[in-house]
């Protein structure tokens, strides 16, 4: 079981998901067996950011001076799940999430779960330095991704 500590420091987000935690927890819930840890209690934290605040963290932790849609920070280099893990914290950016202006809401938020899978990934150990690390990531990335849009119909 998946359990994600939503947080949020952009008001703009509440006008587009109403139900954060429900949102995310249901995006969960949707994940193929194998990314569900089904009888273990693993967690993380969301945090829901701007562009200005990601380019603060950016700069701070990775030395790059500009915005960037999400970041993902594992709370281990080699990830082991154990009956209670902590993964690590993801950070998306509404204004990468709200980019091209305007867009339904459900290219918004099918934009959200994509990103979230993507950052997901990043903290279960996925990269996509070398080339044939990103090919396996981006296959991961859309096996779930197509699991959470066939199960899950509130999208619209």
């Known amino acids: 079981m998946i359990n994600i500590n ?3 420091e952009e008001k703009a987000w509440s006008k587009k998901i109403k ?3 429900l949102f995310f927890k249901k995006i969960c819930n949707a994940f193929p067996k194998k990314y569900k840890f089904l009888n273990k209690k693993v967690s993380l934290t969301l945090l829901l950011s701007n562009n200005k605040n990601m380019k603060k963290l950016n700069k701070n932790f990775r030395k790059k001076n500009k ?11 080699k990830v082991k799940i154990s009956k209670q893990t902590y993964i690590g914290d ?3 950016s509404y204004n990468f999430m709200s980019q091209p ?3 339904p809401l459900k290219t918004f938020k099918k934009k959200i779960i994509k990103t979230f899978i993507h950052g997901f990934l990043h903290l279960l150990g996925f990269d996509h330095i070398k080339n044939k690390d990103y090919i396996k ?3 991961e990335e859309d096996h779930i991704y197509q699991s ?3 199960k899950v119909n509130y999208i619209e």
């Open 6 to 8: 939503v947080f949020s």
């Open 90 to 92: 993801i950070i998306i």
């Open 137 to 139: 990531m981006l296959k």
């Open 148 to 150: 959470v849009i066939s």
């Open 67 to 77: 915005s960037t849609d999400i970041l993902s920070f594992p709370f281990s280099k």
């Open 101 to 103: 202006k305007p867009q």
């Open 19 to 21: 139900k954060k935690e």
